[in-house]
């Protein structure tokens, strides 16, 4: 898995391929979908910091099956 700081070069990587490509006057379906993943990133990037974070406060013998119900629920909440 990528590291939180792995993950954050990769999306400072995607924006300035974004900028380059406005600049370029890229066709902006081209550049829609770049922003679509982009939106991606930044959601998983979201959801490692609060898992990690809650893996930390939570008691760690918590079972693999809360765990899982923990990171579906931050998924969710990280839609909005």
Do not use: F, H, W, Y
């Amino acid at each position: 898995m990528k590291t939180p700081e792995q993950r954050i070069n990769n999306i400072i990587g995607q924006l300035e391929g974004v900028k380059k490509m406005m600049a370029n006057k890229k066709d902006c379906l081209l550049v829609l979908i770049q922003m679509k993943a982009l939106k991606s990133a930044i959601s998983s990037l979201s959801i490692q910091i609060l898992s990690n974070e809650l893996d930390s406060c939570l008691d760690k013998k918590i079972a693999p099956i809360k765990k899982i119900k923990i990171e579906t629920i931050l998924k969710e909440l990280v839609k909005q």
